[in-house]
């Protein structure tokens, strides 16, 4: 069964920089498609940034220069470096990976707030 965990979500003012993780289990990392969603409440969830298994990006206009996807497939882990924040910024961060395809696997979440 595959599971991921989010992690290094938090509070922080406008301009700050925040770090999360996403860890994945089980054995399907290294041939995934990882990506990064965002759903702020009362909207729907949004692509933040993508990266394939060879580390091909690709990011929301919202982000582009100010967050900066990474992975790491030796510990079946993907980061998304947020610089710059912003208030609009807000939401529930979710990883997302996709398997051969077809198999979608969702975390958890974890919730990001921007504010003074």
């Known amino acids: 069964q595959v599971q991921l965990v989010e992690s290094g979500g938090g509070s922080v003012q406008p301009g700050g920089s925040l770090r999360l993780s996403c860890a994945a289990s089980g054995s399907i990392f290294s041939d995934s498609n990882m990506g990064w969603f965002r759903q702020a409440p009362g909207k729907q969830r949004e692509l933040v940034a993508l990266?394939?298994?060879?580390?091909?990006?690709n990011y929301a206009d919202s982000v582009k220069g100010r967050c900066t996807i990474s992975r790491d497939n030796a510990k079946n882990s993907v980061y998304l470096q947020m610089n710059s924040l912003k208030p609009e910024d807000t939401a529930v961060y979710y990883c997302?990976?996709?398997?051969?395809?077809?198999?979608?696997?969702w975390g958890q979440g974890t919730q990001v707030t921007v504010s003074s």
């Open positions: 990266i394939t298994p060879g580390g091909i990006t």
């Open positions: 997302r990976a996709v398997s051969r395809g077809i198999y979608i696997y």
